[in-house]
């Protein structure tokens, strides 16, 4: 499974960038506002950390405008990917950019029908959001466990599930056990994939008991 992270804050992306984990980065309007930084720039520093995908979304809702708007994401850098909404003018754009062999990532998936029409147009990835549909009263996993199924049921389909708005350790868990391919975390949330507080007592009794011995290693 791909680690990819979820946000635009450059510092935090170099600070998890060491732990080796980072396959890709995900960013969105609304994380670029919270960055407060201007997109062409914030993109091209995360594409200098993290070799992998980084996905700059657009901002236009109607093909041109879109196609336009990506001819200039996609000059930032080799692994800037272009992330489109689920329309039928972002589906047309997909199909477009994947013809000239850019890599697109789908966003704003809510539904197994809108995922299957993503694979069609040849997305990379598909972004489904199960955080967002948790937060209605819905099973995000549920639409997870639907995309992974029909997926795998057509082997010449080749979109990855990038599993989106993600809120706790348990989905990405579960989606590991569905066998999606990518989890995009916020930072927190990879943070407390370690945590587990019977590591850390039993941490704090081995070091307590080690002193005792009065022993060295080195
Ligand atoms: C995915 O690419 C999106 O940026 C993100 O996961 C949205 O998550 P949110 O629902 O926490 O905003």
Excluded at 146 to 161: A, G, H, K, M, R
Aim: proline share 5%; with cysteine; charged share 20%.
């Amino acid at each position: 499974m791909k680690f990819f992270i979820d946000t635009a804050d450059v510092s935090e992306i170099k600070d998890l960038s060491s732990s080796g984990f980072l396959d890709g980065v995900t960013t969105n309007p609304s994380l670029i506002k919270k960055s407060g930084r201007n997109i062409n720039e914030v993109i091209a520093e995360i594409c200098d950390i993290v070799p992998g995908p980084v996905s700059a979304e657009v901002a236009a809702t109607n093909y041109n405008d879109m196609i336009a708007e990506a001819q200039v994401l996609k000059k930032i850098a080799k692994n800037v990917t272009i992330k489109v909404p689920l329309t039928w003018d972002g589906l047309k754009a997909c199909r477009t950019l994947r013809d000239e062999d850019v890599l697109v990532n789908v966003t704003l998936c809510f539904s197994a029908s809108q995922a299957l029409l993503a694979a069609k147009s040849g997305a990379t990835f598909i972004s489904p959001f199960v955080g967002r549909l948790d937060d209605i009263g819905l099973d995000g996993m549920d639409l997870i466990s639907d995309i992974c199924t029909i997926y795998s049921n057509y082997p010449n389909l080749n979109t990855e599930v990038l599993v989106a708005s993600i809120r706790s350790p348990k989905h990405v868990i579960e989606a590991a056990k569905m066998g999606a391919d990518i989890v995009t975390l916020p930072p927190n949330v990879l943070k407390q994939l370690i945590s587990h507080p019977l590591t850390d007592n039993g941490l704090k009794a081995f070091l307590e008991d080690w002193k005792m011995t009065g022993q060295s290693i080195t």
